[in-house]
């Protein structure tokens, strides 16, 4: 799969199947975005690599969460979309389905394999939503299921 942010100077792909596929209702990322929830994609850091021009950090800003130092994000220094968030502790990357590439009607391709199963940390949820997922505190079946 492919990635790329909003204006296309920074792009990336992810191979394989991912972790865990989800709507993010937690509070980093609710104050990162600006959004309720994002739709994150977590693989396994291996599975990422960037696909702009090299020097990649040459086009990506970095921010690391002084709360959560093992938590690194990057934007493109273009746009300012957030395209990809590094977590060493766990040696996992999260992507957004947003960026991920789409077909000609605007679809995110490969959907069905990156399709989200839950909502996770929803109980810091800024709107309800009912759309039959199930509703975790924290990680999907790693936590208290909200319902």
């Not at 100077?9 to 937690?26: E, K, M, R």
């Not at 994609?41 to 960037?50: G, L, Q, R, V």
């Not at 220094?77 to 040696?91: E, F, L, P, Q, T």
């Not at 996770?120 to 039959?132: E, S």
């Amino acid at each position: 799969m492919r990635g790329s942010c909003f204006c296309g100077q920074v792009s990336y792909s992810v191979t394989g199947s991912p972790i865990l596929s989800a709507f993010c209702h937690c509070t980093n990322c609710q104050r990162l975005t600006g959004c309720p929830f994002v739709h994150t994609i977590h693989f396994p850091s291996t599975a990422f690599s960037w696909t702009h021009s090299e020097p990649y950090e040459g086009r990506l800003h970095s921010y690391v969460i002084p709360s959560k130092p093992w938590k690194i994000r990057f934007r493109c220094k273009s746009c300012g979309a957030c395209v990809m968030s590094a977590n060493s502790k766990a040696g996992k990357c999260s992507v957004w389905g947003a960026h991920l590439s789409r077909d000609k009607d605007g679809k995110i391709l490969d959907w069905n394999t990156v399709k989200p199963t839950a909502h996770i940390f929803y109980g810091t949820r800024m709107l309800d939503v009912d759309d039959g997922l199930g509703k975790w505190e924290g990680y999907e079946n790693a936590s208290t299921c909200l319902g």
